[in-house]
């Protein structure tokens, strides 16, 4: 009990009344249900008035009724209801959706408690029980992101995304080692020193227990293996940040934003560019911590401060990203409207099933679309909680101050010998890179859907 200590205790309470909260109150639902309306196809009769299809009595008397064709430019209105979280419970990908959200709602709960319980006590040698739930986060993030994914390869139908997929995979594969060979004079992921503490730590470990060992792997091994995950990250966040480059421009395009929502709205999506810059040396750090300025004694910020400052403005970003996932939504139920509008403009003709489907269709996706825009900002918001808590970093600008526990010679694997291998070096450039490339995932996709859209727009 020592190992973990009251924390467990804290971790078992907190289980038992978030359990009993969630019958009452939803983070996801309470999310997706503010002030959202969509549009409602007309009605087969409305569509048939409109065209002025005269209904053959004899015809509906021998059997079904037949779907008759319209015309694509068909004078109708489409109807707007209010909807709430109940509306969307039936919809393909809601578990996901709401799984995520209140695990995640829980897990950011549980963390701040113990964030300061640990500042109120800081030289506990206990375990972090934070770090298990935040890992729990990201793992059910990337699943879910697999799960979107799955959707391009079980279909023939998908075979364009698909290649896409994979395609954009290869080169992020690419881009990846390109970037992890760049000085770390330029981009400070700080994963030499990484390399260096986890092989030092795996010697001194293996000849303390009288282990015979080579050592841990090379460190090209050790960067291709970081460059391999990075191509798949990119792969799964392609399509997430193709639909958010969609819902940005819709959401720019309508009327309902004002001048300082379309500020946030900007913002929100160059977010991600700011936070890529943070980690270039001669931009960030160098500007922050060592320029001295007039009338200045000193730089504005300390190396640690800095630190702390990115984990802060990325913790920002993802709650902003979170926050405006309403008026993002809403932008997505508006393309109804638009694809009604657009066919409107084509010449032919269409059957009434179809032309209700395509409006239909737009409701019916809708969680799949918050599922899109919601997965990136979880699974960059607790990668940034694991850097801050493994790597060592304090929310005051401090240097850190882990305890080293005392290793027990009675149990040569313990924990705390894990510990002794897995050092916050050792995480402060796995999780610097980790954050440093899924915002710059997030952005760069977001980029490509940008211009996809606007070059169809222009042709």
Not at 369 to 379: D, E, G, I, S, W
């Amino acid at each position: 009990m020592a190992l973990l200590g009251s924390q467990i205790v804290i971790s078992m309470i907190m289980a038992c009344i978030l359990h009993k909260l969630s019958f009452k109150f939803s983070f996801a639902r309470w999310l997706l249900g503010r002030r959202l309306f969509t549009y409602v196809p007309p009605t087969v009769n409305e569509l048939k008035i409109a065209e002025g299809i005269k209904e053959d009595k004899k015809q509906k008397k021998k059997g079904p009724e037949p779907d008759y064709k319209i015309s694509k430019n068909v004078d109708v209105a489409l109807e707007t209801v209010p909807i709430s979280a109940d509306h969307f419970a039936e919809l393909y990908f809601y578990p996901e959706y709401q799984w995520l959200l209140d695990f995640m709602a829980y897990t950011s709960t549980f963390y701040i408690i113990t964030e300061i319980y640990l500042f109120m006590r800081p030289n506990l040698s206990e375990v972090n029980m934070s770090v298990l739930w935040c890992l729990l986060v990201v793992l059910f993030a990337l699943r879910t992101l697999v799960s979107l994914a799955k959707i391009y390869f079980r279909s023939d139908e998908t075979s364009a995304e698909r290649s896409m997929c994979l395609v954009c995979g290869l080169i992020y594969l690419l881009i990846a080692m390109l970037i992890l060979v760049v000085d770390e004079k330029w981009l400070e992921f700080e994963l030499r020193d990484a390399y260096d503490s986890f092989k030092t730590s795996v010697t001194d470990f293996s000849r303390e227990i009288s282990l015979e060992s080579a050592g841990p792997t090379s460190e090209l091994i050790f960067k291709l293996s970081l460059a391999a995950w990075a191509g798949i990250i990119g792969a799964l966040l392609v399509f997430p940040g193709i639909r958010f480059a969609q819902m940005h421009r819709d959401l720019l395009g309508s009327e309902s934003v004002g001048p300082l929502g379309k500020m946030l709205v900007h913002l929100n999506f160059i977010f991600p560019l700011l936070v890529l810059s943070m980690w270039v040396t001669p931009i960030a750090r160098e500007y922050f911590t060592s320029r001295v300025f007039g009338g200045m004694s000193g730089p504005i910020l300390t190396s640690d401060q800095f630190d702390t400052s990115r984990i802060i403005v990325i913790v920002t970003m993802c709650m902003l990203r979170l926050w405006l996932l309403n008026k993002y939504l809403q932008a997505y139920m508006n393309v109804a409207q638009k694809k009604v509008n657009s066919l409107q403009k084509e010449a032919g003709r269409i059957r009434i099933s179809e032309f209700r489907k395509t409006i239909s269709n737009v409701f019916n996706y809708s969680c799949v679309v918050a599922v899109q825009y919601v997965t990136p900002a979880v699974l960059l918001l607790f990668s940034v909680l694991l850097l801050k808590t493994l790597g060592d970093y304090s929310w005051t600008g401090a240097a850190g101050t882990t305890p080293v526990p005392k290793i027990d010679d009675r149990l040569p694997f313990s924990l705390q010998r894990l510990k002794q291998v897995l050092t916050p070096a050792l995480f402060r450039g796995i999780f610097n890179f980790t954050t440093w490339w899924l915002s710059a995932s997030i952005f760069f996709n977001s980029i490509i859907g940008y211009a996809f859209y606007t070059y169809n727009e222009k042709a």
